[in-house]
């Protein structure tokens, strides 16, 4: 496992804006909690999710951080170093075009898959 | 610098050649300077590994340029070429980079060749020679295997072997030291008609060696003596090796003195065979010995070397010495990549300890803690199964030697990757005992594994180890991992009870719930909720919950003790549902991203490249306006230019004089006649009566006359008269401007007079009148400057330089300096030269020949003067241009070991431009033996690109027409391993050819216009046939499919056979041009002629679509499995035409039938599931089994082993095709169903897809009585995105467009709405709708994004109209782009 960096970026849901941060490449030893535990120091979490490969066992290497204000959302962008196991992340802010809030926000809504 | 210089100082050693005795401080001077890379982490390290026995760097070639893989059909050949280089890259990538290629990689390439039609005989090479050592990570047996696989593979699709081929077999062979029988061997090359050669011969005596039958080996010398080959090193270094294997060290010692006694020294190859003996026997004190031999010798052996020295210590058991071997590495440049296979290979031999002892001695940096070295070491030991223990001691080791910051967790990673229970969990035992958590879902892979084999038993042992550990398995452990694999909770409640490893917390029996929930289990959940006294985070249960049971929704909302989260009980519950369904399960998460990538790629498709007809508009409108006109005033003045010209001509210089002397008789004005007679006078270079005519007529001379004169006088070297002519033409005009090719010859002219200061007052003088300066004009001042040179005029040319520089009239070059450096070499002062060389340097930055410049210093022996120039190289350029220069000096001066020395220099690498510099200059001035030693001495070279040195040699033994030595290249290149190039194949062949010598390689074709090529590739063809092929392929080319028929015809006639390629290309043509029964013809008798014969991927895609286009379903049917039997990909366009062509026939079993052929080949092809899905319910519908074919759907919806995500089941296709054929019953009972997926399942896009058709096929009625009886619909917004972008791009579907935007109001503001609406507008040219949509847009303050206003502006300029707004500038293309980067960046 290579040095580990993520990249963050906001993605915004147009009807409430919900601060969500898109997490990269987090280390396999790392799972929702520990995602969780580290942006804690940032302010509430009210989500975290890192999609498993069923397939596997292992996650995907990205997930999704929803904090509950736009401020959390700043906090934890504005850290340049993220550590989870000792391993280094950098974070960048990056804002997508709006387009992007929301084409990336209405796929939550109204549909859901129904679990297998 | 240290280490750069080593060589120099052995030049010094010994005692350099006689004549060129350098001093110390040259050379010695090194550990002030700072900038020497003797090392460098990993990943800079950039090198070619070796392997132990093969000088990998036959891989370090710099891959051509890459064409596009995807090219149209025809261009086969061409895609050959391109396929190879990608091939050549990934290799050659991960041989630099890591040392080795991997096996899935060699795999993945062998596999794409394959695919790629007949793959050549470079490509092949290539594939060959990976199978050596460069798998470290495989078996010796596997290796060879695999290389066994590639051959017989390659020759069944068609590849040609040659010599090289076989030899390249060998390589491996030997490589992986695989027994076989030499005689064997040669009798099957002989059968394949393939004559060995020398390099054959050679490689056949270190297979006899290498099992130490020196009988054998004798047997195959004696042979190549007869034939009269040369014996060269390698020969004798393979006898060092056998007598060493045979037990005779005392003979193998005393090869070397016979090798002296015929005159070969030995090299580095042979004292490493000696030195391999000893370490076999373990003999260290010998090893020693021979080290210090070598280096007395001068000779230089590599880390490489030293690394495959500890190999063989290692391998005959004597671990213990290759720390004294270490302790001699000098850590090249290429060292890492070589260490990382020698590592590789030492854990697959099983020797790991040693393997660890090289890695910890890697020079890697290692201050940050961050960058992890080491893994793949990890990883291999993994594979191998290392045993747990001393896995965890290397992982402690790594860990204190700051190689790798996570070994355990990497080692873990690897184990739980290989499904190696046994290791994880000694692994997870050991970060537990060092502190490190161990995780939940760590132990999921391992269940993963034993669920998809539905083995309880080995998941109840993996509870258990989780148990040992301490670990609890939390909730998703058992829903996702544990039950499936189960019949009920309870007997894994029970089965855990019994094994005692029930952990104490309500986890499991939250679990349970859950998986209950699921299931539908309401009675358990009832009961459970009812009964529950313990604190419950109600967030796990609820996205199962309301899945699973709508009912309890109910129960919940009124019953407070599971409200107290939001949204509260006074909340609406269809906000609830959506905050519940919000509450997304993983595998949302997933479809979300999946979304994004889609929108993006679909975004991507949108910006389509503008048409090239928008850039010819503009170009016809600025024509009709302008242009024109200012064509025709142009071409009217050329015209007249030329008539006049032609009218002075006409005139004889009598006839002028007679009628100037008339006219001035007259009185009249003479200026005009005067003019022509001294141009005619010019023109017939009669200096002395255009002088006498300008003295009679003095006052009636005109500019025109003097800037003639001035120039003639300067042609005639008239220097006095000329400068006189210039000062009289200055008083009279002094404004005036005479062209540049005057001045210059004006300066030439002076200067060459020792006229300086004039010279330099008429450069000014061009300077302050600012007169053009061209190329030409530069390329003038050289010549002239060189001029002067040669004539040894040194103020001249320092002057006349000095003010060119100055005034500015031209920018220092090399070429322009280099007079200055060449006139003191003309006159043989090089002292003189150097200095002239670095004042250059420190005015200009420019060293002009300094090659030339060394080369003179070193001829004289002029010591000090080297070292003066070398240290202000060095300090200015670096050590690498300064060893290069002294490279190439030595080679042209013929100081050929002093050159070796120089190019031997540890952290030396090839610079191509400057190889090539060298290479050109001996080829211009044909020195051979210069070039042969430069090809010899950059053989190891590192990353040097062998192809192109020999190329270079071919090049000029082609100027020689010097077949025999191309020939030995052709062996030499084999013996090094090296993969020619297509180009050097072709320039081989054509020197042998013109040389009427026969072609021992299969040549890779070019184009078929090449006739030479076509003539030879099949040398059985008689010309007849030839030219019939090459007339068919020449039809073919030009698509004329009616002649190309014809020839066929006519060859048939002759019975003529063309070559299959020919055949494939012509049944493509005939095919693309709708002539099946042609096609089919041609297809048979090729079958018939040719044994074989088959139709590639293209040509049976195409087929297929030709045959459904006929109706010739069955037909199609063959066909298609026909290719599939020939592991063909067809086309993905093919199969779907043939399954929908079943479907609308109703015929459920065709394509059923395909599904069966294609199965496991979806992804290769490209093939949706849905494609079958839809057809399959069509077919169906069609045979009226509407009822069968919605319950099929409905059963995939909704049941749970899905095989297509909910969200990617497009109906569209169905939709559409049973609303066209106007299948009501049909419509009628899907229009249900969907609406019925969708209240009661949640699944929404059926139903929007079916809505969505109905807008599209006009039913807007029928689409807002669906949308009012399932309002979900209108929250389909991505969905209706997709639609839009994807019709905006088919003219006139704006109507479409505006009647999904009136029925879904909220869209309109979307910018996917209006963006498509305005790219409909801009495709229909609807002008006035388009303004519309643009007041109303800025009405409401929306920002348009510029690909949309640069839409609409061009829009209205094509219509002739304002634009209100400035055009955005750049073209579509860029704000495509832009538009692209900037949603990928918001990722």
Known sequence: MAAVAARSAMVLRASINRPVAFVRKIPWTAASSEVREHFAQFGHIRRCFIPFDKETGFHKGFGWVQFSTEEELQNALQQENHFIDGVKWTAKRERPPQVNHRKAAQSHPARSTPPR | ?1387
């Open chain 2, 1 to 1387: 610098m240290a280490a750069l210089l080593r060589p120099a100082r052995w030049l010094l050693r010994a005692g350099f050649a006689p004549q060129l005795p350098l001093s110390l401080r040259l050379l010695a001077g090194g550990p002030g300077r700072p900038h020497a890379v003797p090392c460098l982490p990993a990943a800079r390290a950039g090198s070619v590994a070796g392997g132990l026995l093969n000088p990998a760097r036959l891989y370090a070639i710099a891959v051509e340029k890459k064409n596009d893989i995807q090219e149209e059909p025809t261009s086969s050949l061409r895609r050959t070429a391109s396929q190879f280089d990608w091939a050549l890259m990934r290799l050659d990538n991960s041989v630099r980079r890591t040392g080795r290629i991997p096996k899935t990689l060699l795999q993945k390439v062998f596999d794409n060749t394959c695919h790629s039609g007949i793959p050549g005989g470079n490509q092949a090479l290539l594939l060959l020679r990976s199978c050596g050592s460069l798998l470290p990570e495989l078996k010796l047996t596997e290796r060879t295997e695999f290389a066994h696989r590639i051959w017989d593979k390659l020759q069944e699709l068609g590849t040609v072997y040659d010599v090289s081929h076989y030899n390249a077999l060998l390589k491996v062979y030997l490589q992986n030291e695989y027994k076989f029988s030499p005689t064997d061997f040669l009798a099957k090359m002989e059968e394949a008609n393939i004559q060995p050669n020398r390099v054959t011969y050679q490689r056949l005596i270190a297979a006899y060696c290498n099992v130490g039958d020196i009988e054998g080996a004798s047997k195959i010398l004696g042979f190549m003596k007869t034939k009269d080959l040369p014996v060269t090193e390698v020969v004798f270094s393979a006898l060092v090796t056998g007598h060493a294997r045979a037990g005779d060290m005392e003979n193998a010692e005393n090869i070397l003195t016979v090798m002296k006694e015929a005159g070969i020294e030995p090299g580095p190859d042979t004292y490493l065979a000696l030195l391999n003996a000893y370490a076999e026997k373990g003999d260290i004190d010998h090893v020693k010995q021979t080290l210090e031999q070598v280096e007395k010798s001068e000779l230089y052996l590599m880390d490489r070397d030293l690394l495959q020295l500890i190999f063989s210590f290692s391998k005959a058991g004597y671990p213990q010495y290759a720390s004294e071997i270490l302790e001699k590495i000098k850590y090249e440049r290429r060292y890492i990549p070589d260490a990382m296979n020698l590592i590789l290979l030492l854990v697959t031999e099983k020797l790991e300890d040693t393997a660890l002892q090289i890695l910890l001695a890697c020079p890697i940096s290692r201050e940050d803690g961050l960058s992890d070295f080491g893994s793949f070491f990890l990883q291999h030991c993994v594979t191998m199964n290392t045993p747990a223990e001393k896995l965890t001691d290397y992982c402690r080791k790594l860990k204190e030697a700051q190689m790798h910051s996570s070994p355990l967790q990497f080692t873990l990673y690897c184990a739980l990757l290989h499904n190696k229970a046994d290791l994880a969990k000694a692994l997870m035992k050991a970060m537990k005992e060092e502190g490190f958590p161990v995780r939940t879902h760590y132990f999921w892979p391992l269940l993963v594994e034993h669920q998809k084999k539905k083995n309880a038993q080995g998941i109840i042992e993996v509870l258990k180890g989780m148990h040992e550990l301490g670990v609890d398995p939390d909730q998703e452990t058992y829903v996702n991992y544990v039950f499936p694999s189960f019949e009920s909770v309870k007997s894994v409640h029970t089965i855990l009870q019994e094994n005692g490893c029930l952990p104490k917390s309500d986890t499991f029996s939250q679990a349970e719930l859950r998986s209950e929930t699921v299931n539908g289990n309401l009675e358990y959940v009832l009961s459970f909720l009812k009964s529950n006294t313990l604190p419950f985070s109600f967030n796990s249960l609820r996205g199962s919950l309301i899945l699973g049971f709508r009912r309890i929704t109910e129960l919940l909302y009124k019953d407070g003790r599971y409200c107290q989260e939001p949204p509260g009980p006074t909340e609406a519950v269809g906000y609830f549902l959506y905050n519940l369904i919000d509450s997304m399960s993983d595998s949302e998460v997933q479809a979300k991203e999946e979304r994004l990538r889609q929108y993006f790629h679909q975004l991507k498709e949108m910006n389509v490249k503008i048409p090239e007809n928008i850039y010819r508009g503009i170009r016809n409108l600025l024509d009709s306006h302008h242009v024109p006109e200012l064509i025709k005033d142009v071409y009217v003045l050329v015209d007249k230019e030329k008539i006049d010209s032609r009218k002075t001509v006409q005139f004889a210089s009598s006839d002028l004089e007679s009628t100037l002397e008339r006219l001035k008789a007259e009185n009249q004005p003479v200026g005009d006649v005067l003019k022509q007679l001294i141009l005619v006078l010019c023109s017939e270079e009669n200096m002395q009566k255009a002088l006498e005519l300008k003295a009679k007529y003095e006052s009636d001379m005109v500019i025109g006359g003097y800037a003639a004169l001035i120039n003639l006088c300067c042609r005639h070297d008239n220097a006095e008269e000329a400068l006189n002519l210039k000062q009289e033409f200055d008083r009279l005009y002094s404004s005036a401007v005479l062209d540049t090719g005057k001045y210059v010859g004006l300066v030439k002219v002076l200067g060459k007079h020792g006229k300086l200061q004039d010279a330099i007052n008429i450069l000014k003088e061009m300077k302050e009148k600012d007169v053009l300066i061209k190329d030409a004009t530069v390329l003038s001042f050289f010549h002239l400057l060189n001029g002067a040179a040669l004539r040894g005029e040194i103020e001249t040319v320092k002057q006349l330089h000095e003010a060119i520089m100055t005034l500015g009239l031209a920018k220092p070059s090399s070429s322009l300096c280099s007079p200055l450096v060449t006139v003191y070499l003309e006159k043989d002062d090089s002292p003189a030269a150097l200095e002239a060389t670095i004042d250059c340097f420190r005015k200009y930055k420019i060293l002009p020949r300094i090659h030339d410049v060394l080369c003179k210093l070193i001829e004289k022996g002029e010591t000090d003067l080297i070292q003066k120039a070398m240290d202000f190289v060095s300090q200015e350029q670096g050590e690498m241009t300064m060893l290069y220069d002294l490279f190439f000096a030595f080679l042209q001066t013929g100081n050929y070991k002093e050159a070796k020395k120089i190019i031997e220099t540890p952290g030396i690498r090839a610079r191509p431009a400057r190889l090539n510099w060298f290479c050109d200059r001996c080829i211009t001035s044909n020195q051979v033996e210069t070039l042969e030693k430069l090809v010899e001495l950059t053989q190891k070279l590192f990353e040097c690109d062998r192809d192109q040195m020999y190329y270079n040699l071919l090049k000029l033994y082609k100027i020689n027409g010097d077949w025999k030595r191309a020939d030995a290249v052709w062996n030499k290149m084999q013996e090094e391993n090296v993969i020619p190039r297509e180009k050097t194949l072709r320039l081989l062949a054509e020197i042998l050819r013109n040389s009427n010598q026969e072609v021992p390689f299969d040549v890779p074709e070019l184009w078929y216009e090449d006739e030479k090529d076509s003539q030879y590739s099949s040398p059985s063809t008689s010309p007849v046939e030839s030219d019939l092929q090459k007339d068919v392929l020449k039809a073919c080319q030009d698509k004329n499919n009616t002649d190309a028929y014809d020839i066929f015809l006519k060859a048939q006639e002759q019975n003529v056979v063309f070559k299959s390629k020919t055949y494939n290309i012509l049944i493509k043509l005939l095919l693309s041009k709708e002539c099946l029964a042609q096609a089919i013809h041609v297809k048979d008798f090729a079958e018939t002629h040719i044994k074989g014969f088959t139709l590639n991927d293209a040509a049976n895609s195409l087929l297929i679509i030709t045959q459904v286009r006929r109706d010739y379903l069955k037909e199609a049917l063959t066909t298609l499995e026909t290719a599939l039997n020939l592991k063909q990909i067809p086309s993905k366009v093919a199969v779907t035409r043939l399954i929908q062509a079943f479907a609308l026939k109703g015929d459920v079993e065709g394509i059923e039938e395909i599904q069966k052929m294609v199965n496991g080949l979806e992804d290769s092809i490209g093939l949706s599931n849905m494609v079958f899905i839809n057809n399959i319910a069509l077919a169906q519908i069609k045979n009226n089994n509407i009822d069968v074919a919605i319950e099929n759907i409905e059963n995939m919806l909704t049941s749970e082993n899905q095989t297509v995500d909910p969200q990617y089941f497009g109906l569209s296709y169905l939709f559409r095709k049973v609303i066209e054929e106007q299948l009501e019953p049909a419509v009628e009972k899907i229009s249900i169903m969907a609406e019925r997926l969708a209240n009661q399942f949640a699944v929404y896009k059926p139903v929007t897809d079916l809505f969505l058709q109905y807008v599209e096929a006009g039913k807007v009625d029928d689409a807002r009585a669906l949308l009012q009886r399932c309002g979900a619909i209108a929250e389909q917004i991505p969905i209706f995105e997709v639609f839009l972008v994807r019709n905006s791009r088919k003219p006139g579907k704006a109507p479409t467009l505006q009647s999904l935007l009136g029925l879904i109001p909220e869209l309109a503001d979307k910018e996917a709405a209006y963006t498509s609406l305005m790219k409909s507008y801009a495709l229909d040219k609807d002008v006035t709708s388009a303004k519309a949509l643009y007041e109303h847009l800025t009405a409401k303050n929306v920002k348009l994004n510029d690909l949309c206003l640069k839409r609409y502006a061009c829009l209205l300029k094509n219509a002739g109209e304002p634009v209100p707004f400035p055009e955005p500038p750049e073209s579509f293309e860029f704000y495509a782009k832009q538009l692209k980067e900037s949603k990928e960046n918001s990722l």
